[in-house]
């Protein structure tokens, strides 16, 4: 140890009788990097559209990333300077009004405040009698009757729809398997499993299928139709040849909102289907589930209450900060079946911290979680529901009106139908040639990205590259779209000359 932070350290040690912990000598130094740091919050929110959406970490910067672990303690300013120079000026651009890639939320000033505050009781809603665990549960109530789902399921929050996709398939998984797959495995089945999906599924799928030790070959990828929506003719015969053949066909997985092009699968005929043949109904609905808020959507989102799960997140379509998640299963005792393990160190009591029933440990694989749910809570109040559904209208609105711009510009060409929030088009190089609208495309995306206009991203549709844009973002406005819209053609007619 360093001769001058040993000295420190005995010191201090002196001056607490020989004890130590984590809590400052002084208060009031937390008290100013705590005002310091709301300061800082507003200032950087409320003038976000004034930065660069997205820039490159500087060489230097990655380097000074990889020091070794600090011996000695620096001060809570040194550290706030640190930050400032170093992390804040590399966001992952989400916050920004014009960022619009991959299907990534935006965050709230209030939601940053409660996790400041949900960190500060730092509970852990593993289980146990504390609010935060009514906290949790008045969340998964009220995503029910969002989305007009039963009443008697259960729910959990999650990290992300990644985990409760894999949430809800695992319990597919058990119920569907004749035998105790807890104990015995998968190994115990004679017979294989099959799971469906369109050819649109999110990779979330597949690796929850791969975790959950069925396989991905074991996914039978539907065709879609010209609106990439799964060909439910299709599904229904592909069904009946498995059951032919001896397969167990265990689940189908319906997408409200593809990730490729928010396309919504025919909810309705795919519940139709998985009861005809009793097979599990799982919903991804991880940003799209929340367009069955807007009444506009009511008719082609009816069948996502029949669903035996449903995944969605909060911290895409609700605009919450990361991270938060939600699975609901309509059987509450399938679900309790699939993870419930208490062993002598956790068992229920009748009276004390241990009465609690509906431990959220024996709904999901983690023990230990944080407190996800107090900027849930904290949001939904502040701004009421009614405002979410403006919200996701609003943003479903902008992505017609990107739709409308690129219609009318003889240079610009749709690649998918608009069914929600996200548009895929391309600029138009050459009327023969894809490999050059392809890679030119590629080099607008970049040099929109580079430039710190605006981000969005990239899929392929019918073999061709598309840029995708996907508004999960509350501080869109319709002029950031015209403004990237005429950057796009700007630098599209410079790569063509
Ligand atoms: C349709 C779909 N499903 C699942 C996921 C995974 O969600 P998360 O990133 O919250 O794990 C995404 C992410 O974009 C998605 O679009």
Redo the contacts with the bound molecule.
Sequence with gaps: MLPFFRTKLINFIMKNNGEISLDPNNWDEIRKLGYQSIDLMIEYLSNIEQNKVWKPIPPKTKEYFSSSIPLKPQSTNEIFDDFINNILPYPSGNIHPRFWG??KGTGTPTGAIAELLATTMNSNTGGGEHIANYVELQIIEWAKEMLNFDKKASGLIT?????A?LTGLAVARNVMSNNDIRKEGLRSMSQDFVIYGSDQI?S??KKSIETLGIGSNNITLIPTNDKFEMDVENLEKTIQDDISNGKIPMAVVA?A???NTGAIDPLNKIAEITKKYKIWYHI?G???ALAKIVPEYDDIMFGLELADSI?F?M??WMYMPY?I?LILVKDPIAHKLTFTLRPDYLSEETRGFSSFKNWATEYGIELSRGFRSLKAWFLIKEHGFKKYQLLIHQNIKQARYLGTLIEASDQLEILAPIALNIVCFRFIFSNKDDAINDSLNKEVLLRIQEEGIALFSSTILNNKYALRVAITNHRTKMSDIDLTISKILEIGNTLKK
């Design positions: 991959f299907v990290s992300g729809c990644s985990m996709n999110h979330s799928i997408n909102g593809t990730v991804d991880a940003f799209g995944a997140d911290h895409k991270e998640g």
